[in-house]
């Protein structure tokens, strides 16, 4: 329904909702959605193991990442309460599992929304994190620790970048992976001059969201308020 609201409709429904919220709770989500950004993105390409897909999670809220994009080829992506600590809630999750093999429609609508896109791979010559460049809009793709990217994520890649180690072992976990890469994006995005906030019309629908989830008997407060605006309107037209 909200989708069918002017910016300005949407802002007086916010309002609504936000008075079955402490002030203290609206602050909270003016704080955090003004910290939120659709510039860097994460993508999961078949991911099995539910404690490292809860744990990525996780770590794309608190550095302040709205969108995860999760690929399910052969397995299902599966949360667990337990590592997540709710944070599923207030992200935006996109999920590729309607056909057989879901990779090129996930990376697909990613190139179209002007991503480029960086796959993670262990080899020694690709970019370094920290050569990472993050003027446009990035994608970072992760797989499984076992099998990798698949040979697809590959060529759709822009560019392939290596998390530098220095032990025996070949790779990170892949929530850690994830965890030194956002740390280290999000820093740099944080201190440049790049246009990494969300727009006003993407924060009144997020906030929108994160409230909806607040409140108690959202979905029948949410039609008692349309009821009313829509019947104002059809009062003044005619």
């Not at 704080?31 to 939120?36: E, L, S, T, V």
């Not at 890469?181 to 993407?202: A, I």
Request: hydrophobic residues 35%.
């Amino acid at each position: 329904m909200t989708h069918k609201l002017t910016y300005q409709q949407k802002c007086q429904y916010y309002d609504f909702l936000c008075d079955f919220m402490t002030a203290n709770r609206r602050q909270r989500f003016d704080d955090i959605a003004n910290n939120r950004t659709r510039h860097l993105t994460i993508v999961l390409e078949d991911l099995f193991q539910p404690h490292n897909a809860s744990a990525v999670l996780r770590t794309c809220d608190c550095f302040g990442i709205q969108d995860v994009h999760i690929i399910e080829n052969e397995n299902k992506y599966n949360v667990n309460p337990d590592v997540a600590l709710g944070s599923s809630n207030w992200l935006t999750l996109h999920n590729y599992n309607s056909k057989e093999f879901n990779t090129p429609d996930c990376l697909e609508n990613l190139k179209k929304q002007g991503y480029t896109l960086i796959a993670t791979t262990p080899l020694q010559n690709n970019l370094k994190l920290e050569d990472v460049k993050i003027e446009n809009k990035t994608a970072i793709i992760f797989g499984t620790e076992k099998n990798g990217l698949t040979e697809a994520a590959l060529k759709f890649a822009d560019s392939f970048m290596v998390i530098p180690m220095y032990g025996f072992t070949e790779s990170f976990n892949i929530s850690v992976s994830a965890a030194i890469t956002l740390f280290s994006l999000t820093e740099r995005l944080r201190k440049s001059d790049f246009d990494w906030h969300l727009s006003k019309k993407e924060e009144i629908d997020i906030k929108i969201d994160w409230a909806k989830k607040s409140v108690r008997s959202s979905e029948m407060l949410e039609k008692q308020h349309f009821q009313k605006l829509f019947t104002n309107v059809e009062k003044t037209n005619f």
